[in-house]
C-alpha cells in the first residue's frame, strides 16, 4: 500500500498499516525536503508504480485531502482499519477511510470515503457519516446521527442521539452539539453556539 502525504497523519497510518501486516511499498510529498517518514525513504513524483497500487491519501486537513483526492489519478485503498478498533459486522466503511486504535463503529454505521475516524472515537449505530469527515480523537457520536461531506468534529466532541450536521463543519474541542448545524458553521462550547461561518 501506498501513503500520499509524508505528515503526522501520515506516520499514525503506517502504524495502522503495521497492525494490521500490511506493507508500505512508497510514501509520496509534494515537498521535496522531506525525505523519510518512519525510517521509509519518501518520493517526490508521481511514478507510475505508485498510479498502479493502492493508496490511502493521508492528509488530516478535509479541504486538501478532498482537493488532493478529486485530482489524483492513482488507484484508492480499501479502508483501513488499526487491529484494536471494533467495527461492527452490520457497518459499511468505504475507501480511503483509516480507523485508529481504539475506535469503535457500531450496528447499522455507514463511513464514507478519505474520512478520518481517530484515536478512541466512538460513532454509535445508525449513523451515516458523508465522505472527507473527520471524527477526532475521544469524539463521542451517538445514534442516528448524520454528518454531512467535510465536517471535522474536535477532539473531545460530543454529539446527542438523532442530530443533523451540515457539510463542511467546525465543531470545537469539547463543544457539546444538542441541535441540528446548518452547512458551514463553526460551533463551541457546552451547549454548543454557532460562533461564525466558514466559506
Ligand atoms: C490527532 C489530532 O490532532 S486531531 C485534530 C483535533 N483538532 C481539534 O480538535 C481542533 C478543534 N479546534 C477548535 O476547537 C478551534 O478552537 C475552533 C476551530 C473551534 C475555533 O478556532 P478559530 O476559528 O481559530 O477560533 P478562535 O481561536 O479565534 O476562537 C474564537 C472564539 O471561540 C472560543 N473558542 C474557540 N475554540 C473553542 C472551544 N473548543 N471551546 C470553547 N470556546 C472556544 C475562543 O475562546 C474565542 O472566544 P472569544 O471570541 O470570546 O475570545
Sequence with gaps: MNIYGASGHGKVIIDIAESINITIDQIFDDNNKIYTLNEISVIHDLNKNFLNSDTIIAIGNNKIRKRVADSFKGKIAEAIIHKSAIISPNAIVEKGTVIMPNASVNS??????????????????????????????????????????????????????????????????????????????????????IIKYLN
Excluded at 463511513?111 to 480523537?137: K, M
Excluded at 454529539?159 to 467546525?170: A, C, L, M, R, S
Excluded at 465543531?171 to 452547512?183: C, S
Aim: proline share 5%.
Design 108 to 193: 447499522a454505521t455507514s463511513i464514507g470515503e478519505h474520512c478520518i475516524i481517530n484515536t478512541a472515537s466512538t460513532i454509535d449505530h445508525d449513523c451515516v457519516l458523508g465522505n472527507y469527515v473527520h471524527i477526532s480523537p475521544n469524539a463521542a457520536i451517538a445514534g442516528n446521527v448524520i454528518i454531512n461531506e467535510g465536517t471535522h468534529v474536535g477532539i473531545g466532541a460530543v454529539v446527542i442521539p438523532g442530530i443533523k450536521i451540515g457539510n463542511w463543519v467546525t465543531i470545537g474541542a469539547g463543544a457539546v452539539i444538542i441541535r441540528d448545524v446548518p452547512d458551514h458553521a463553526v460551533v463551541v462550547g457546552n451547549p454548543g453556539k
